[in-house]
């Protein structure tokens, strides 16, 4: 018997129509674990690096995690993986929500999806039976509308549905997929699901998920528990509210906003309002999500409550959470009860809220300063709100300018010409990041943005606070209970890092503390996107329940595979150096691996070199990033550099 | 028959902290696993969420008695001005719906607080619903004495309640001819 995870994935062909349910390797399991580790390796083996992402041979990949759906707490998360049509490199957005649990009940670990269909159709697992569906009817609905749709027209009120609304249907790079309350957003992984002609995948499941030592399991799931019942109730002192609690930063709860709005840039990332957080806004804004909020709401076996029913009068009520209330309200200069409104729309058009707000103002941007010109903009209205909904309508049709938009900023820049590209200046590897600007150079996240395969900072970042503690006295507290450190040096780091001085940015931390600060954090998101653990409860906050202590002993006894740290470790590494050879495959190298330009005021492009030289050789790469035949033998991985030799791209 | 003290266990329900998680049925499922915890399925939980997001329904309800027969009662209930089904929020598996039912066998299923030996604190439910929609709660009640049936008797009963006392004695007689013969 396969415990913790069900041993099956469903092969779903959609241009022969053909569904088969086909038995994985185990064997596969002990190497990779389970989600993103799974996913990556069935991408390397299956799509050759020349597939482009709007290919019949892309594979679109749902997955869960190897621990989704048993009783580990918060462990929920579906794992998207697929060829992004944005970046042309892998992309893995995952989603929280009830999803994966639903689909390992029904006896999947993953759904591999590959071809395209000639009609637009869903797909309907329901335990054994499996079926392709017409979906011409949902044609153009919106994400949630269409789940409440099918869920009726299957009579299964149960059924878990994850869908695409208009956004994805027009292939927009910033399709996102909508489940409920949660979303994969980056990347356009919606729009290669619109490109392969599907619509939804709606699930059901009443199997048993096992589990291979019970009693052990369930005690330290139980520990787990109490620990974050009493993490709850004492915050970590010293850092922003956001910051001091467990899940998501908890925008949904706290109304407090100054942190966001006076640190973060407001329209195209480009100006910090310092001033803007006032008791008057306070005030407003308190009153605007209070009466908007109906619930504080989860995901499957979680008790945080990262999201909320969000219900205003006149807009058919739907979920949020996180940071999407305001990344519309600041790229327009607007106001909280703005973004609550027309995230409304955009979440049934089914877009990222982290791009898209950015694309419009970034055309915005382009029209004040003549690039755009009045004909690009015809029809849209004078009031600065209604251009937002107006560009928002084009994008996600491809209407006019709005085709142009869809294709994000880097491509949008491209195509407009004129010097378009300068605006478009808050992007790496081609993907547009928080509209964060600073001073100083961070070491620590000058690696992390640089390197980063997800290409989004709150996917490697967590565990090692952002900033030092002004006072020893506070760093000594902060260091006393930090058991989740997988060495004691971690605390002498955090110690010894000041805000000024000798021992501050961007000297230190050093170059050498750097890349193990850096790869600590990655490492942790490596093991959650494995095991489909949300980082909320991991990687992302200060002090977590689940860290490199407890996980070896948490995963051996879910599933009866042998781990301790070190072999936790290293196949974190197996994991994360697998797809670097994906993307190095298709083509990335050191020039891509760059913040943007105006990140940081301060830069010192020479500590920067060596920050990368260092962290590249920590990592087993080349100093191209490009992973060493050696590095990859040691990792199991000799399949991969004897293909990277063949390429050309490790020299024999 | 004579009034006697029992103590009464209960849980508590409130749906406004309730935030759809379903840790409850997971771990309901996980305990009544044998062996206990090696496997779970809110399939087969002894509490379900009644859950419309979108309408902000979160409503957790345990397994109460089985009842033999589809009940009269079908009334509409309006909260919060929208409308519900009776049986949407009804605790009793019966033959008309699905639900508190063993998915394999069909057999009810009820909630027993989590009997066992030594007792638990709290039933699992509970103590996994750490934002308290869920609460345990005893209380001392007078109630008349009750005659504990044996098991077969509540077998035959449960038969008799499905096929009639009439057929049950057909049945016995035809059996036992048969042995004879």
Redesign the interface.
Known sequence: MRYAETGYNLEIDLTRGSIDRVETDPRLTELHLGGLGTNTKILWDRVPPETEPFSPDNLLIFATGLLC???A?GCNRTIVSTFSPQTLLMAYSMMGG?WAPELK?AGYDKVIIRGKSPNLVYLWINNDQVEIRDASHLQGKGA?ETA?LIRQELKE?KAQVAAIGLAGENRVYMASIEQ??ASASRLGIGAVMGDKGLKAIAVRG??????AR??E??GLCNEV?KY??VREKNPVPGVMPILAGLGSPQEMKLVDEEWHTTNFMWGNSRQRRKDFWTKEIEEKWTGTQESVR??????????M?CGA?I?IPGI????MKCFSKLTYTMAAYSDLDFGFKIAGRATEYGVDAFSTPQVMAFALELYKDGILTDQDMAGMPSDNEGKFYWLLDRIVRREGIGDVLANGTYWAAQQIGKGADAYAHNNIKKHEQLPLKLGMLNPVYFLMYATGEKINITQIEGQFPQSPFPTLEERAAFVKDWIQVPDEKFKQYLLDWEPRGERSNPYYPTVEMSCEIVDWQETMHYIDDALGMCAGLSSFPLKPPYHIHNYPALISSATGIDMDEAGLWQTAKRNRTLLRAVNVRRGMRRADEKPPEDHWKKRFPQLEAKLLDEYYQFKGWDNQGIPTKESLQELDLAYVSEDLEQRGIIKK | MSKVKKKIKTIKIDVDKCNGCRACEMICSAFHANPKYSSNNPERSRIRLICEPLKDVYLPVHAGEYAAAECIGRDKYVIDGKEYDECGFCRASCPSRDLFKEPDSGLPLKCDMCEDDPPLSEPMCVQWCINDALTYEEREEEVEEEEKLGDMETGLESLADKYGLQKIMDTVARMSMSKKG
């Open positions: 759906g048993t009783p707490v009830f009940h949630g409440e009120t409920g309350k009443t199997k048993d998920i096992n589990i019970p009693a399991f369930i528990l974050i019942e109906k619930r504080l709401i989860s995901c499957y076996n979680c008790p409550k029913t219900s058919s009520t739907y979920m």
